[in-house]
């Protein structure tokens, strides 16, 4: 099974269970145009397998790896992209496992399912919630 048949088969419904809409995920979200190499030439651009954003904020990334990898091997590149985006909590899957990385407290953790898009929301802005 490929990265591309573990996004459809198992990260996008799970996306789905837990209340991402379709307009809440950006996939294949690219954020640069690629480190300058000379000649007016650019290397690899960097691009997150997903965007999860709610209320017109970027709230994380999700980097999703081949069901036969370990579930934490794009944690790294999910905190890479989290640091550049300046975003506070990062995901790594391989379909069947999903682990949550809150960089604000450097922990992670095993989820059984993502959090919606409210309760990420409230997570990394508790004070819009307490305001209202």
């Known amino acids: 099974?490929?990265?591309?048949?573990?996004r459809?088969?198992?990260?996008?419904?799970?996306?789905?269970?837990?209340?991402?809409?379709?307009?809440?995920?950006i996939r294949e979200y690219t954020f640069t145009d690629g480190?300058?190499?000379?000649?007016?030439?650019r290397?690899?651009?960097l691009s997150a397998?997903?965007?999860l954003r709610y209320k017109g904020r970027r709230l994380a990334v999700v980097e999703?790896?081949?069901?036969?990898?370990?579930?934490?091997?794009?944690l790294e590149q999910a905190k890479n992209y989290g640091d550049k985006l300046k975003l506070s909590f990062v995901y790594s899957t391989n379909g069947e496992q999903i682990y949550e990385f809150n960089r604000d407290e450097g922990?992670?953790?095993y989820i059984d399912s993502y959090p919606s898009p409210?309760?990420?929301y409230n997570c990394i802005y508790p004070e819009e919630n307490q305001a209202q």
Do not use: F, R, V
């Not at 099974?1 to 573990?6: G, K, N, Q, Y």
């Open 1 to 6: 099974m490929t990265e591309s048949d573990t």
């Open 8 to 25: 459809a088969n198992y990260t996008d419904p799970q996306l789905k269970e837990s209340g991402w809409e379709p307009s809440y995920i």
């Open 35 to 41: 480190k300058k190499i000379g000649a007016g030439q």
């Open 43 to 45: 290397g690899k651009q």
């Open 49 to 51: 397998d997903y965007l």
């Open 64 to 74: 999703a790896k081949k069901l036969k990898l370990h579930p934490t091997s794009g």
């Open 107 to 109: 922990k992670g953790q």
């Open 118 to 120: 409210e309760e990420l």
